[in-house]
């Protein structure tokens, strides 16, 4: 373990996903707590979920659909962040996630504060960012010229790059969001940051 | 909540889930730390997510059966429960669970304590517990009249039983298991133990 001991955790997230936006709120202080940095992966669970698991999306499935209804709003108090049910349908991360990649090739800090204003646009302002003009307008706010953005993200460059990005993460198993990796270690879901901070704190799943 | 603080916890299992057993081992501890106890109830899984959810078997789900084999063992470590990965397919907790109804009519204690055997012998032994003979076995070691309790289970009393415990707990909206319900909170997983734990503490989500 010592040789990763400073290793970055990926964390695979999806716009689209509440549970995504919890974790995105939570895992730079819990990674910075044991000297770790974060490093940030945009996934598609469009693809991952419905396409390769071949499972439904949440919100039709019986039961469960409910059962998350209830529980997004009190995750939100658990965690202590604000959060705004928005109806919309059909709204999807593509543009958002090439976005995301192109500025971090650039700049992952600017990268990693572009994600916080999408989840808030989305999450806590319950309004739409899947058009590249929504995308640019939240870029635009960060000092980024949304005009160099716009033809970014329409390029075949970044199209693959969303693609492969999406490729990998499967190649590594990951499916939901959020999902973390660390020093190897898969553990997927809001609901275990436990695990994830007792593994970075234990280095093992029996204790010091 | 005063008037429900001391209320038992309904704790829905079904003999199948490895999760379901990791709960089993930890639930009557938790909910005594709290001066709660647990009211165990037996679901069917192969009702409530494969026919009404119309979700697939987990094992039969691609990236998610790989992180589950991952994380069985990891979980087992975590919990420090004895764990043994079986390579049964096509078993099932009919019987086990009308017994365990027979079984919580007459005596809840012992009911509770079948269900810990049942556990052991799939979980721990990695032996098959689906037929009848193997039920009564199981139940026959706790002082159990075998003979009595093979009829039991094929009377259409008992039958209806099963059948009317699995649409109650759908009707609550219960669908996976361990699935947990506090003063009517739905907590699904064993991985929100921890939840739990923080509703039986504070009695909200938001903190004493």
Chains 1, 2 share one sequence.
Do not use: C
């Amino acid at each position: 373990m010592l040789q990763n001991a400073r290793a970055p955790i990926s964390f695979y997230f999806d716009f689209i996903s509440p549970y995504g936006y919890f974790a995105s709120t939570q895992i730079e202080a819990l990674a910075a707590r044991y000297g770790r940095t974060v490093d940030w992966r945009p996934v598609l669970i469009g693809i991952t979920v419905l396409k390769i698991m071949g499972l439904k999306p949440l919100m039709d499935t019986p039961l469960k659909s409910e059962y998350i209804a209830h529980d997004k709003p009190r995750m939100a108090k658990l965690l202590g962040v604000p959060f705004k049910e928005h109806g919309l349908r059909g709204h999807n991360s593509v543009a958002a996630s090439r976005a995301f990649l192109w500025l971090k090739a650039q700049d992952p800090v600017l990268a990693v504060r572009f994600a916080h204003r999408i989840y808030a646009r989305l999450w806590v302002r319950g309004e739409d960012f899947t058009s590249a003009q929504a995308v640019a307008e939240e870029a635009q706010a960060l000092g980024v010229d949304s005009d160099k953005l716009l033809a970014a993200i329409e390029t075949t460059a970044l199209k693959n790059a969303l693609k492969d990005a999406v490729d990998q993460a499967v190649a590594l198993g990951v499916f939901g969001v959020p999902f973390f990796i660390a020093d190897g270690e898969p553990i997927w879901g809001v609901d275990r940051l436990w695990m994830l901070e007792q593994w970075l704190r234990d280095g093992s799943w029996t204790g010091r």
